[in-house]
């Protein structure tokens, strides 16, 4: 990750809460496609659109191997997106859960 340490741990804090204050603001799926689209350079977008790809992938029962298949994504990028699902922050599965409703 890039260290950037213009502000304090603190302001940090502060940053990132205010980006999903930004993102919670969002409207509809039209807002938020023009959010990240003007948010993300392409090559970002196209790794968050991956990572979501595989975590849905991954929920469905598929092995790496078929999610690599499915994606094209590494099996690398696959791993630690499962590493996350499995032991991460549970953002993953909170909107999994969502989505299932």
């Known amino acids: 990750m890039k260290d950037h340490r213009i502000l ?11 980006l999903y204050r930004a993102v919670l603001s969002l ?7 023009a ?10 977008l196209q790794a968050l659109k991956d990572r979501w ?7 469905e029962g598929h092995s790496y191997r078929q999610v ?3 994606t094209g994504v590494s099996l690398t990028t696959i ?5 996350y699902m499995s ?7 909170k909107v999994l859960e969502r989505f299932k409703k």
């Open 35 to 44: 959010f990240f689209q003007d948010l993300c350079t392409p090559a970002e």
């Open 68 to 70: 690599h298949d499915l």
């Open 27 to 33: 409207k509809d799926l039209g807002e938020c496609r």
């Open 79 to 83: 791993s630690r997106v499962a590493r």
């Open 87 to 93: 032991a991460g922050a549970g953002g993953y599965s």
């Open 8 to 18: 304090s741990p603190r302001q940090e804090v502060a940053a990132e809460d205010e």
């Open 53 to 59: 790809a595989v975590v849905e992938a991954l929920a």
